[in-house]
């Protein structure tokens, strides 16, 4: 692939909701521009974009692939992203690498909330955006109806530069309203220009609209428009690319990936209307000949041949003599093996310049690193959403534990939006994702790529142990052998406390005990309270005074009387009302607002408490939901939440306090609790 400049380069992401077409799309270009020789199919798993075997066996985007092609002297690199909510980072990642943006919207679905969502991930970022109205050659598919639809989501900027003409319910060819020509498409993806159809008034319409808003991005084309005077193709052509750049105009393109329908036309539409690398917004200058700098935006994990480090060269250029500087770690890098990756087809290269997207083996770089050198420049990462869909696990086989954690941390440099950690407490290994599918395929993953073979199981709830009143008991341990004996006697008085761990006074008076005993006795106690009666989970909120107690001036020892406090532990923590507590955990829940009285019915039934809702500050037509729920209540509640909400519902939860587990559902837990201990 030769080298090109930043002002021949486009680099745009491709996104929008699960099975609104997007692969597809890539697929369509990739072969229309003559990338690849045959039109790949998802559901034959023969597609560029989705080679991973998951992908393939999902039959859905799972990554973000970078997918280049050249068309009319230009390069474009596609960004093909995952359009189901649980691989989000893959949509974040794209967004964030490319240039501008185009969002698939479905002909027959509309505008659905992953489109939503990546519109307004795009505006947030400050990319150029364009719409393609795909599948219209489904039946039930409507592009006026959906046209409409993106009006009434995305506002005034909405422009359709490529329309259908409907015999019926049957499209009869597409009109490119920029070049003002109409085609006919047939058979084996063939294009025959046809004569203008009658539009009627809709052609007029449309155009005005066109001339409106390119009018818009200029004084001087706004003088000429409101003169009556028409726009020659140049201006219309340059108002429409100043539009779509300062985000003034998104234009809507439309067709079908499958049959080629509007493909030609839309690379057309890339190629002259989208802004070029060098026009992108970004610390400095998009110059081959200035300081180096390149942006890590994706990594992959390959158990072949290391790390796999996707770049964007922002200025300068990056070669195998190239020295940078990690800004995030100042730490100097050796540039090695320099490729262009058109999914998992490598293409060697010398240099990736400024503006291009390109790849790198065994670097010492992490997501979201900035390789310098002659600059001090740092780019920000994007804020990946936060993981909340918690799952324990467990190896399958024996000997496999100690290669968890490590096979593991491989995946999270690949995948920002998955975290792990060890639960010392549960004894649990933690696997947090986006949702179930993602932690499934994270699990698919550790065995593919690293023989990993694991099982997910529920996350252990760390309840807590406590009492209710107070007593007084005894512990003494006597014990007579061949030699010294052993002998440790105790008064204790139990009473509860507001305190986490455990509180030890002694009011002994006289030498009953003698002083030197004392951390012996506080030492039994703390020893045994990391064990309730009841459950065995800790108890909190236990006051202990040593009051009482004997010795022997012989057998007494330090071991004796750590064992009689332990004894009087078990004698008096029965007697004083022992009741389990378990987590609450504070929730803000964002939901649509016809969704407010479902998701409140929804705590309700999870025994949560329901403080208040306020309108969403950042979001119309959003409520926030403020509650206390128990933790153990909460393990499908990001499934029921996205079921609920069509996926565009969220929420943060965060740990509070401990409360009295209710009566009715001690049993069940203490029952669970050792069967736990009895299968250890």
Known sequence: MKTYSADRIKNIAIV????????????A?????GATDRLGKITDGTTVSDYDPEEIKRKASLTLSVLPLEYNDYKINLFDTPGLFDFAAGMYEGINAADSVCVTISGKSGVTVGAKKAYKLAKK????TMFFVSKLDTENADFYKVLEDLKANFGPSVCPLMVPVYDGHTIECYVDLINMKAYRYEGNFKRTEVPMPDM???LEGLLAAISEAVAETDEEMFEKYFSGEQFTHDEIVSGVHAGIKNGSICPVFCGSAVSLEGITVLLEGITQLMPSANEAVQPLPCDPNGPLCAYVFKTIADPFFGKLSFFKVLSGKLSAESEPVNMTTGAPERIGK????RGKKQ?????????DIGAATKLNVNTGDTLCSGTDVKIDPPEFPEPCYSMAVQAKGKGDESKISAAITKLLQED????????????QQVLTGLGEQHLDVAVAKLKSKFGVDVELTDLRIPYRETIRKKVKVEGKHKKQTGGHGQFGHVWIEFEPCMEEELVFEERVFGGAVPKGFFPAVEKGLRDSSQKGILAGYPVVGLKAILVDGSYHPVDSSEMAFKTAAGIAYREGIPQASPVILEPICTLNVLVPDNNTGDMMGELNKRRGRVLGMNPSDEEEGMTVIEAEVPMAEMQDFTMLLRQMTQGSGSFKMEFARYEQLPDSLQATVISKANAMKASE
């Open 347 to 355: 293409e060697d290269t010398k240099e990736i310049t400024a503006g």
């Open 16 to 27: 929008g909701h699960g099975g609104s077409g997007k692969t597809s799309l890539v697929e």
């Open 416 to 427: 920002l939006t998955l975290w792990y950690h060890n639960n010392t407490e549960t004894k």
């Open 29 to 33: 270009l990739l072969y229309r521009a």
């Open 125 to 128: 970022d400050g990319k150029p």
């Open 338 to 341: 320099l490729m262009f990756l």
């Open 200 to 202: 009627a008034h809709r």
